[in-house]
């Protein structure tokens, strides 16, 4: 007996000795590294032979090509200069990255996504730079308007949102609005809604002519944070979910979300969103409006080359939505932002690339292969009453009501897991819409708590 | 080293040298001893070490990250085994552990049942010239990729899929919807999906266990009167005792493992009515940058894949013994 209970202290405190040795040796980095900023410098052909790795995302539409243009041209400029592209899609940058960016040997340049799921994370662990001295040396801060730049911006310690360093720019710009098909509009003589109110009664107008009103494919997700996003916005306006999502102000229990949730509940009892969404991958509900079986689709300017193509440049617009009382109001904003790692030998050439791919000229670039540009030349007037066009019109109108509302899973970094299956649980009608904001303010309050 | 040596019953040890030489008789035995604890080591040794390598460091590490609090990146804190305890109370994680149960039933249960019946059936007509044919095709889902498998699923229980178009051409017009999009249809939609690719498995092991019976057993039955389902369970199902041993670890490890088929099909949704404990293990690790709760669940799901193996591992037991 004595025996085995002296043999079973032998254990615990073998095992608790264990415990504390693993305690005192965690995974992960210690403490944030300080990175040191130095002088900073626009010479990059005296920086010798470099080779610049950099991570990036653009693989849809047009973007491969324009990026492919612009890393050849900057090459020829700088020959002494090797850009090494590693591109991959969104979703799988976004889990690849991390483990990329925790390693010895990190890419120079990668494209983060905004928030606080990546930049803040990055930001905490020190992995990724401020980069205020070249926006200042760049003169970025007069190229963009300020609400792009505070999108890309947080506070040192990584823990603000919009706080006061910059940490990258973007290349394009987004926004979330409705596309609609012209000809069935002028069939059932209707014009391009502007707010919610007429959005919905053009939806009944369309059902009760047997027509789908609003195609909407949520196997993959990912599109409830665009159709929620896309509604609240225009109910809740953007300075109040722009605080939201930044963690300054507000509540997601509010009456404007839970109204915002009613509507989309709504819309599914009255058969206004594609039958069984939720088994609708988003691919064949953008192929639905595409071939003309529905009149509205709530999506991304990133399809404007996938509609065009497919319903005829001059068949297809693209609307967003202004609030009650006419601000315009869309989720969006720009691109992944382009971003310098705190470990990479050459800042100096990391920034002149960034600079190069992202601003003026890179905009022209874009624009020739089909891409919205994060900001758009004064001088850009596309074809009238093309898709360009009305992507372009609504585009500035947004940017110059700052009526830009940021992706809601920047919000916390579960949020995206928690807004997309209540979005599925909502459509299914398997939570109430106060239900469904409560698990959203959950997840959010929980965050708030540990920052 | 001969086996005369290793079988340590002196016939081996040469007679005069034995009698005369006692130093050398204990240095033998204590030889043939070594080998005898040693040897069996070295030889699983190379093995070892590759698993050691490849598996066993990893595993070490995920139990370690297990007792952290880290979001992949930056500082870690040691929380103990806090992250255990939440993978026990969150019911999210809960509920994917119930979801692997219930694969469980559809990876395992259904297709070693319907392939015993099977076998019961095909065993009879084994003469037949085209049965390497029928084997192929039946084994044919395992060799698949598992994401080719889900992509060709996700088109068939589509709305306007194979299945609600053989729905609609018998007249059931109103049993067809988005399966895998239905909160009460999505998980058996996996799980069918599961049946179709390990039902080959079962059938392929179990036929060829069936071809190694002696035919004189069934014989002896037969003139005992027996009928066919009494020759199954007389002869047929003890005899492929070791076959369905097998079989049930296969695909209930399978079952248990599942991730390719969530992640392709459905992503765990709707709601999360399809998610299971690997695929909580990646979205925590790479999407909420929860890595030290996804460790967790990966190494609580590993015990438990353990335990499940060694159970069904003294099904065998018997036969061996």
């Not at chain 1, 601000?327 to 920034?351: C, F, N, R």
Request: with cysteine.
């Amino acid at each position: 007996m004595k025996k085995s209970r002296m043999r079973l202290m032998a254990i615990v405190s073998m095992a608790s000795s264990l415990m504390l040795t693993i305690a005192a040796c965690g995974p992960g980095a210690s403490t944030a590294s300080q990175t040191k900023l130095g002088d900073v410098s626009k010479d990059v052909a005296s920086a010798g032979k470099v080779t610049l790795v950099v991570w990036d995302q653009n693989t849809d539409g047009g973007m491969p090509q324009a990026q492919k243009e612009l890393n050849a041209e900057f090459q020829k400029k700088y020959p002494n200069v090797t850009i090494k592209r590693n591109s991959q899609s969104f979703s799988d940058l976004k889990t690849t990255l991390k483990l990329a960016l925790s390693s010895n040997n990190p890419p120079d340049v990668v494209q983060a996504n905004q928030g606080y799921p990546d930049m803040g994370a990055f930001i905490q662990a020190g992995m990724i730079r401020p980069v205020d001295d070249y926006a200042k040396l760049y003169d970025w801060s007069s190229y963009y308007p300020s609400k792009l730049l505070k999108l890309n911006s947080f506070s040192k310690d990584g823990k603000t949102w919009q706080g006061k360093s910059l940490y990258g720019i973007s290349q394009t710009g987004e926004l979330v609005g409705v596309y609609y098909n012209k000809t069935l509009m002028n069939q059932l003589g209707l014009k391009p809604p502007t707010t919610i109110t007429e959005l919905q009664s053009e939806m009944a107008v369309a059902k009760k002519a047997g027509i789908q009103p609003l195609s909407f494919g949520d196997l993959d997700k990912y599109p409830g944070i665009h159709l929620f996003g896309f509604v609240q916005s225009a109910m809740a306006g953007s300075t109040y979910v722009n605080d939201l999502v930044k963690g300054s102000s507000g509540s997601w229990t509010s009456s404007a979300t839970v109204k915002a949730a009613t509507t989309i509940q709504n819309w599914v009892e009255k058969g206004y969103i594609t039958q069984d969404a939720n088994g609708v991958s988003a691919d064949s509900a953008a192929s639905d409006f595409a071939s003309g079986k529905a009149l509205f689709n709530v999506n991304g300017t990133w399809q404007q080359q996938t509609y065009a193509a497919a319903m005829g440049n001059t068949n297809v617009g693209f609307v967003t939505m202004d609030t009650k009382d006419g601000k315009p109001s869309a989720m969006g904003g720009e691109g992944l932002a382009w971003a310098i790692t705190s470990k990479s030998k050459h800042p100096d050439v990391a920034a002149a690339y960034i600079d190069f791919v992202n601003t003026s000229h890179a905009a022209q670039v874009l624009l020739k292969t089909g891409n919205l540009p994060s900001v758009l030349p004064s001088s850009y007037e596309p074809e009238k009453s093309t898709l360009a066009a009305s992507i372009a019109t609504q585009y500035r109108k947004v940017q110059k009501a700052d009526g830009v509302v940021p992706y809601l899973d920047y919000t916390t970094s579960t949020f995206y897991d928690t807004l997309t299956a209540g979005m599925q649980n909502l459509i299914a009608r398997q939570s109430t819409p106060t239900e469904f904001t409560g698990e959203l303010q959950k997840d959010y309050a929980s965050f708030l708590d540990k920052q | 080293m001969t086996r005369d040596d290793e079988s340590g019953d002196g016939r081996s040890v040469q007679p005069g040298l034995a009698a005369s030489n006692e130093e050398y008789d204990e240095k033998k035995l204590r030889g043939s001893r070594f080998r005898s604890i040693i040897a069996p080591y070295l030889y699983v040794a190379p093995a070892f070490v590759v698993f050691a390598a490849f598996l066993g460091w990893q595993l070490v590490q995920t139990a370690e990250y297990s007792l952290f609090d880290w979001d992949g990146l930056g500082a870690s804190t040691f929380v103990g085994l806090s992250n255990y305890l939440e993978t026990f109370q969150d019911p999210e994680i809960r509920s994917s552990f119930i979801h692997a149960l219930v694969l469980t039933l559809f990876y395992a249960g259904i297709p070693v049942i319907v392939a015993l019946i099977l076998t019961v059936l095909i065993s009879r007509s084994s003469k037949m010239k085209v049965m390497s044919f029928y084997r192929t095709v039946l084994f044919l889902p395992q060799v698949i990729s598992s994401v080719v498998v889900a992509t060709i699923w996700v088109s068939m229980y589509s709305q306007n899929g194979f299945i609600n178009q053989i729905l609609n051409a018998f007249h059931l017009g109103g049993l067809t919807h988005a399966w895998l999009g239905d909160y009460s249809t999505a998980l058996i939609a996996i799980g069918v999906v599961g049946t179709w690719t390990n039902m080959g498995l079962c059938l392929v092991l179990f036929l060829s266990g069936v071809g190694n019976i002696e035919p004189e057993l069934f014989e002896a039955v037969r003139l005992d009167g027996a009928n066919k389902w009494q020759e199954f369970f007389a002869i047929t199902l003890p005899e492929l005792r070791g076959q369905i041993s097998v079989a049930l670890t296969l695909t209930v490890i399978s079952a248990f493992k599942t991730f390719d088929l969530v992640f392709v099909t459905t992503r765990g949704g709707p709601g999360n009515s399809t998610s299971v404990p690997a695929w909580e293990a990646y979205n925590r690790a790479f999407n909420t940058g929860q890595v030290g709760l996804a460790s967790a669940v990966a190494v609580v799901l590993t015990v438990l894949i353990v335990i499940i193996t060694w159970a069904i591992g003294r099904i065998d037991a018997k036969e061996t013994a």
